[in-house]
């Protein structure tokens, strides 16, 4: 596709309720090719489908109820000078029309997994999001001028 260059590995980022290894990859792409044949060529992502990547989303499908929507999917932008910076929706929240709102967030799941612990991790990873929602609330009921006592 064109050159690459890793310029951050495994760089330990810490966050409210978990810690993350992230890195960065940059590169150039070689002529004729462009930043959606990119997304083609990595999406969805190995960390969060599995692999191989083909039967990890088919496993995937016939396990889980419901599709995911945004969760695990991409989040970023693509410019008019055809760059592109995208993140992986590793934890989401959509809100629905009736109030209600859907959190998802998970685990990698490996062969050595323990399952109490991926679930904890899971549960942690989800706590900043539903720590949002009433806080959203009291923002908005604070400025409505509707904050109880």
């Known amino acids: ?27 150039e792409l070689r002529d004729g090719l462009g930043p959606i044949d990119v997304l083609r060529a ?16 088919e496993i995937i499908d016939e396990f889980e109820a419901t599709k995911r929507g945004p969760y695990a999917g991409v989040v ?16 989401t929240m959509v809100c629905l029309p009736d109030g209600r709102a859907c959190v998802q967030a998970g685990a990698g799941v490996v062969v050595d997994s323990v399952p109490a612990h991926e679930e904890l991790e899971t549960r942690n990873k989800a ?20 904050l109880g006592p």
């Open 1 to 27: 596709y064109g050159t690459e260059k890793v310029t951050e590995m495994m760089t330990l980022e810490r966050y409210s309720h978990v810690m993350h290894l992230t890195s960065q990859v940059v590169g």
């Open 42 to 57: 990595t999406l969805p992502a190995g960390t969060v489908s599995g692999a191989p990547k083909v039967r990890a989303m």
């Open 76 to 91: 970023g932008y693509l410019d008019f000078s055809g760059n592109i910076d995208t993140a992986i929706a590793i934890r």
């Open 127 to 146: 706590k900043a999001l539903l720590a949002a929602v009433p806080a959203a609330r009291r923002m908005t009921a604070a400025r409505r001028g509707t």
